[in-house]
Each structure stands twice: as structure tokens, then as C-alpha cells.
């Protein structure tokens, strides 16, 4: 045992994997944030005169906001004035195909694994690549567009769909509903935007790959998943961020809108930079994601896959308004050296006969602390509601913590409520039984945590699966001891 | 903001007035000074909004409209208010006595009239089996010194704060060591005020080494519906190898308001079992059940059952701090609904980096009778060893159809069908009970007030 732990050690020293700077000319504006930050984010995107107003009115609430208290960390200090509001890779014309990329923008994504050439088709996913904040290219675009499907840049829904954005920009997140989401909501410069139209089924996973670059940036990217009537679509999103010792702020806004017997499946695999062992840099995600079931026997589902950034703070939500629409939410949260997760959903069940399910997996290693936060609130007209909450957490190493913070609220009286929770250690029988089959502890502990989290990997399109899997292995290696 | 605008109000200048009288009366320096700190503690907080977390589901601002007055004191009782008190003693735990007398050895009984001991009206045992005092008479004692004030928590806490500031006459009882009581200790607080009252009872037992002790807990108040609010700190020490079994059985009428804390902590290879009963009557109770687990290798269990009817609020807070290893904790909550009434539960289980080998359990459970009925419940767990098992569950749903479906088959009907499944909802509460007779006394109130509804 002794030595393994030694050899898992070593393994621990493993820097992150996705921490290269990519050398590229780049648009930055100078760090601040006032009305003239704005005015010029808009102007450069070349924004109507609708979209500056709401911008506007952002950030007049966010000006009236204080950061909360309630969250179960110390909340770092935030110098807004010190974050750069824009950056861009230089770009002249718009990409007609992908020759016309910056080789080593591609560069960069095929260091990450991006399925971002067309080579790649094999790989079946259609992919929005934004980097710093701005969407570099879309995939399979001309594809979609047949069957009517709109996946693009949102800086480009705004000039091409603008009633669409009109209609549902704010309406699940409004511009006021969070200071992390009322800054957004006044500087975001790009993200991705999809409309299923009614009846459509996306034939492929569609997805965004996020990437901060720049240094003393923020990204701010917003995302509009709109499935119309009977539509589907699986969205995935994925991030990196280069290693820099000063933290990175990431306050991105996603909003879902299901209408009648749609379904939307939204993953994430999260792999910010974290941070050196001794909690020295990485990223800040702060980021509100949440859905809305608006009609009837809508079906929204969040898979999150949370292994990087310094803190990780979001709730991805579910409003239950349709009657008979279902909310799930599945998450696997990792949290070692200094890392921090205050993580969990929110499902507010309106409608009657809606359903929702919660399954949270969180393991702490080193001093990784990782806290679940959920509601489950059953309004008074939501007759026969179910809800199932499962959190489990699993500890590893004795300076690491887990924390609960369920709340449950039920105003009707037909509704059916569960809630429970568990925690434990990684179990030394069930290592020791596979050290006696040969297997090593490090292999051991892969294996027991991938059992441990199984029921929301299995949630995850296949190819994700695989990568989620393989980044819950390396987030592990050398926790063991 | 809110500080001033609740300054301007007529409590706070009666909580004022009332602290300068209560200032006065008190002996020993460390206790001054202690009012004093309280006091200050109390000015800086305020009472609590719904913007606390701690207070998110309950209002208390509401109850404490009423133009109290605070500063009720009794002198000796009168031989007319002496018998008047005999009856309301009497006419209220008939019921219980009779069981307590019943099959069992019966119970001692301690009469306390306004915080008060009422030696006339009490059955009380033999000295060296448990000692029974004011705190007037027990400054000095060594282990009142030690456990005085220490044990509640004052900071942010505004209502041990209150209560510390103000109280004028507590109660001590002490077990001595290697002492194990024969009888349980039925510990009746009979509350008399002219009208609209605010009182600060207070309490201290402690259960020294080797010694075992079972006290129940009434609270009585005389037949008006005048407001009554009663702000209860009661402190507990159980020392190594003790067992303590603290039955309180919360009834009332209405226009009672309880905000009670019970704060304790437990020593090596002990015992604390808290089990709690709310039943309709009161407006609002609000249990702040906390225990400090200081060493290692003991074991408690809270056990809390709620029935509650009409507009009232039951909100039920427990706190257990894990801080040594192989702690053992146990707790159980169970809830039914009726009418327009709310209950909130919120359980944390906090287990400290040394604290390995932690066994904590936790579990509520609520069935809501009626559609205007709510339950918010928030369990919580905190924990930071690893070697730990921790858990906990909550459910909120409704009487089982099917279960109706069956009985109402058997040639059972549908009210009757309904008592017998509460029944069975509330057996796992109930068959904790150690006392047989208190058990069936609390399953008869609970069958009564489900005839009711």
C-alpha cells in the first residue's frame, strides 16, 4: 500500500493536460467595465438597437447587485475593473470553410481533440468552437440547415434570426437574476445558438467547445437552445483554459426552452484549469444554466461532468411549468487539491403530474471540498409531482470534505417527494479485493469510481462517455494514500 | 435597516426596560457580565428575518406583534392562586398522570409556576437522588459554574441571547454521580400571566458521571388565549457513562408561541436521547435541538414526531456536531399535516476532521392530510473526515391509496382506516418511547386529535 501510494503520488504532480498557450493575434479590449464597454461590445458585434438596450439594462441591475454570501465557500475577491471584456483571435473576413482558419487556431483544437475538421465526420457531431469569446467556426452547418435546424454563433442568430433571439433571449434567464448573470447578460460576446424547429430531430449530438486564451480575460459566452414542438436535440459542451496563475473568470449563461413534447439533452464535461496543487490560479465558473419545460410533456435533461476550475459554482435548473414535463438532472463532481464545487440543481415543478430526478455523485480528494446544493419545490397546482434525489459522496484522503445543503419544499399534497443521501469512504475491502485479483490500487480506485458514478456516465452521449471516463481516471491519479 | 426599525418598536423598549430590572437582580460578576455580553449580542442582531437561512421558512416577526410585557415575575403564590394552579395542574395531565400512576411505578413530579419551584404542588425524590434547585441557591456550586451559559451558543443567536440577557429565575437539577433515579422526573412549567407575556425560562441539568435520569417535559399556561411567547434555553451536560432521557411533550393552546433552544453536550461512553412531541394547540413551535458530541465513543438519538393542525407552524432545527471518533448519531423525524398548517425540518450532521469512524443516521418523513398543508424540509450534512457513514433520507408524500384501498376492503372505514395508518406512520416514533405508559399516553393524544380532523 505504502509504495503504491508513493508511485500515486508522483502520478499527482501530473500538470493538467490542456494548459498550452496558443500564440495568436488577438483583439483584446483593455480591461474595465463601464457603459463604453458595452456600447463597443455591441457596436463591435454590430448589434441592433434592442440588444444594446437589454445589455444596458443589465448592467444598470448588476451595478445594484452585491455578490452573495450564502454559497458554502469563501467568495474570492472580484475585481470586475481587471478582467478584459472582449478578446478575439484578429479576424478580417468571416470563414467560408475551414482553410480559411488560422492554422494554429486549429492547431489548438486539434490539440484538443476537437472533432472540429470535416475529416473528422466519423465522430458525427456538429460543433460550435468558441474561442475566448468568440465563435471561430461551426461544423456541418449546411447539413442542419435542411432539415431547418439553425446551429450557429450567437452573434450570428442575432443578424440572421433576430426574432428568434428577440422572442427567448432572457425569458428563462432574465437579466436580472443573478449578478454573475446580470454581468453576462450586459458584456456576453458570443456563445452558440440552436432552434429545432417543430418535429425535427436533430440527427447528430450538436456541440460547443469553449476555450479562455487570453490572459486577464473573462469569458462571458451565452448560450440559446430553443427546441420547437416535438423536436429533440442532445447538445454537448465542452471547455479549456491555458495554465496562468491569476484566476479566470467564467460567468456563461445557458438557457433552454422545450416546448410542447420536445426534449432537449444538454452534457457538459467541464475540465477548466483548476489550479496548481497549492490552489494557485485557475478558473472561476460561475455559470447559470437553466431550462424551461413550457409545454406539455416537455423533456429537459442536464448531464454535467465537473472536473476542473478553482470553484465551480452553478445550478442547473429545471422550471416544470407544461403539465407532465420531466426534469433530470445528473451530475459528477471531482474536487481535489484546492477545488472547491457548490453544485446542484433546482427544479421547480408548476405543472401538474411533472416528474423530476436528481442524481448527484461527488467525490472529494486532497483538499477538494464539494458541496451539493439542490431545491425541489412543488408549487400548490403541481397535483401528483414525483421527484427522486439521490446524492452520494464519496471521500478520499481525510482533509477533503462533503457537504449537503438539500432543500425540499412541497405545497401540495398529492405530490411525492424523496430525498437521500450518503457518505462514505472509498471502501479499502473493495480496493483490497482487487489488489488480491492482481489489479493496482491506482487501477483499483479508477475502477471503484467509475462504479461510483456509472448511473450519470451512463446519461452521457457515447463519445463523451468515453472522455468523461478518461478524465475522471486522471483527476484521480495519486489521490489515494 | 431592519435593526432600526425593530428598535423603534414597543418590544424593544420593554426588552430594554426589562434588562435594566434583570441587571439588577443578578448576583455573581461572571454572571453580570455574561447579561451584559448577551445583551449586547442581542442588540446587534436583532430578532431574525426570513433572510436569515436559519429562519428562511419561518417568520417569526408576525408573533411578535403583541404588546408583551416581559417582565413577569411571581412572588409566592397566594393560597386562592395556589389552588387555581392545583386545578390547571390537575385539569391538564389527568390524562398523563393517570397513566404515569397506572401500571408503572409512576412518576416524581417538579412543578416550576413561572419559573419558579413550587414545592407544594411537586413530588419530588430524595436529595441525594437528584438535586433540585433555583439558580439563586446554586451560584456557587462548582459544576453550575462550569456549565452555566457555556454550553448554549450566543453568538448569532439572538434568541439564547434574549433569553440569557433576561431570564430571572432558572432551574437547576442536578444527578449526582453514579445516581440512577427510579422514578422518571415529570417536569411540569406552569406559565400564569394577566395578558399578553414574553417569558425566558431556563434550564440546567446535568447528568453527572455514572448516573441515569429520565425527565418529561409539559408545558402548561392558564386557560385564556392571551399571547404568550415563551423564548426556552434549557442546557444539558451529560458526563461519562451517563444516560439522560429527555422526553418533551410540546401541547398547548393557542396563542402560544415557543422558540426553544436545547443545547448539550455529551462526555465519553454517554447516552442523550431527545424525544420530541409537538401537538396541535400552539401557534408556532420552533425546536433548536443541538448536541456537541465532544468525545469519543457515545451515542445519541433524537427522535421527534409532529402532528400539527390548524394554522400552526412546527419547525423542528437539529444540530449535531460530531467532534471525537466512533460517535454514533441517530435521528428521526416524522411529520403528519393537517389543515392549513406548516412544518419545516432542517437536520444538519456536521462531522469534524478527527471525528473518524462516524456513524450518523438521519431520516424525516412527512405526510401532508390536507391540500392547503406545506412541509420545507432541508437535511443537511457536513462532513470532513473520510472514514465516515453518514446518511440521510427525507420523503414527503401522502396516505398510501392502495394501503386505504385494502383496509377500506377489510370492512374498515375510510377515518378509521386513515388513524390506523398515522398510527403505523407514527409507531416508528412511538414504540422509541422507554416509558409504556407515556407511550400510550402520546398514542391516545395523537388518536384524539386525528378523531378531530
Sequence with gaps: MENSTDFLEEIAGKEYEHGFVTDIEMDILPPGLNEETIHFISKKKNEPEWLLEWRLKAFRAFQKMELPSWQNFKMPEMDFQAISYYA?????????????????????FKKLGIPLSEQKTLAGVAVDAVFDSVSVATTYKEELKKLGIIFCSFGEAVQEHPELVKKYLGTVVPHSDNVFAALNAAVFSDGSFVYIPPGVRSPMELSTYFRINAANTGQFERTLIIADKDAYVSYLEGCTAPMRDEHQLHAAVVEIVALDNAEVKYSTVQNWYPGDKDGKGGVYNFVTKRGICKGANAHISWTQVETGSAI????????????????????????????????????????????????????????????????????????????????DSMLIGDRCGAHTFPYIESKNNTATLEHEATTSKIGEDQIFYLNARGIDTEKAVELIVNGFAKEVLNKLPMEFAVEAQKLLAISLEGSVG | ???????????????????EIASLQSGSEALQALRREAFDIFKSTGFPSIREEEWKYTNILPFLKED?????????????EFSTTAALVAHHLEALQQSLKGEQKGAYRLVTVNGKINAGLSVLPAQEQLQIRSFAGAEQDPSFQKHFGKIATLKDNAFVALNTALYNEGLYIEAPKGCVLDKPLHLVNVLLAGGPAFVQPRHLIVVHPN????????TISDNEAQPLFVNGVTEIAVGENAHFHHYDIQTGRKGMRFVQRVEATQEKHSNYSNYTFTLPGTDLVRNNLVLHLNAPELESHLYGLYLTAGQQLVDNHTEVHHKQPHGESNQLYKGVLLDNSKAVFNGKIFVYQDAQKTNAFQQSNNI???????????PQLEIFADDVKCSHGTTIGQINKDALFYLQTRGIGEQMAKNMMVNAFAFDVTEKVKIPALRTYLEKLIAAEMEKA
Design chain 2, 211 to 218: 448516573a441515569s435520569l429520565e425527565v418529561i417535559e409539559t
Design chain 2, 368 to 378: 401532508l392530510f390536507s391540500e392547503k398543508a406545506s412541509v420545507n424540509a432541508k
Design chain 1, 88 to 108: 478575439a483571435p484578429k479576424q478580417k473576413v468571416k470563414y467560408e470553410s475551414l482553410d480559411q482558419v488560422d492554422p494554429e487556431l486549429l492547431e489548438t
Design chain 2, 1 to 19: 435597516m431592519i435593526m432600526i426599525n425593530q428598535l423603534e418598536t414597543p418590544l424593544y423598549e420593554s426588552i430594554a426596560a426589562k434588562f
Design chain 1, 312 to 391: 465551480t459554482w452553478k445550478y442547473p435548473s429545471v422550471i416544470l411549468q407544461g403539465d407532465n414535463s420531466y426534469g433530470e438532472f445528473y451530475s459528477v463532481a471531482v474536487t481535489k487539491g484546492k477545488q472547491i464545487a457548490d453544485t446542484g440543481t433546482k427544479m421547480y415543478h408548476l405543472g401538474a403530474n411533472t416528474r423530476s430526478r436528481i442524481i448527484s455523485k461527488g467525490i472529494s480528494a486532497g483538499n477538494g471540498q464539494n458541496s451539493y446544493r439542490g431545491l425541489v419545490q412543488i408549487g400548490a397546482k403541481a397535483a401528483n409531482a414525483r421527484n427522486f434525489t439521490q446524492c
Design chain 2, 68 to 80: 408583551y410585557e416581559l417582565d413577569v415575575i411571581l412572588q409566592e403564590l397566594s393560597p386562592e
